[in-house]
């Protein structure tokens, strides 16, 4: 009876023993900051909105809505020679560090913008120039 008490006292004593934080390291850890979450366009080519890239157009307002199940939407309002045009765009996104590739049938092919998760900015190169997007 004493052995079967000693050999559950060591047993025991194992267990607390191999309960350290090497066991714990996501309970310990950081978090690392989530995507997910609503980035309003705030501006373009390094100009706040409304901006006019050319005549008759001008970029109103847009942003993404990207959610924690890799969906995500894009919205943009252009008004082109003052006629207002909603446009939105749905599909998946993935991450890879500061890298978000977006994936939508109606873009010509993916996108990749950049994340500053410290900024709370989303960046993207399109063809009227730098757009930033803010958390």
């Not at 890799?70 to 998946?92: C, K, N, Q, W, Y």
């Not at 900024?119 to 958390?135: D, I, N, P, S």
């Amino acid at each position: 009876m004493k052995r079967t008490g000693l050999v559950a006292a060591i047993a025991l004593a194992l267990l607390l023993a191999c309960k350290t934080s090497a066991t714990e390291p996501a309970a310990r850890s950081a978090a690392a900051p989530s995507i997910a979450g609503t980035y309003a366009l705030v501006s373009v080519a390094g100009q706040p909105l409304p901006y006019s890239p050319s005549p008759g157009v001008v970029f109103v307002s847009g942003g993404f809505a990207l959610a924690a199940d890799s969906t995500f939407l894009e919205t943009r309002s252009i008004s082109f020679d003052g006629v207002p045009e909603a446009h939105s765009f749905v599909g998946v996104y993935s991450v890879l560090g500061d890298s978000v590739t977006l994936r939508s049938s109606e873009y010509a092919a993916p996108v990749t913008l950049s994340w500053a998760p410290a900024a709370g900015t989303l960046t993207a190169v399109w063809v009227e120039g730098v757009f930033v997007y803010r958390r």
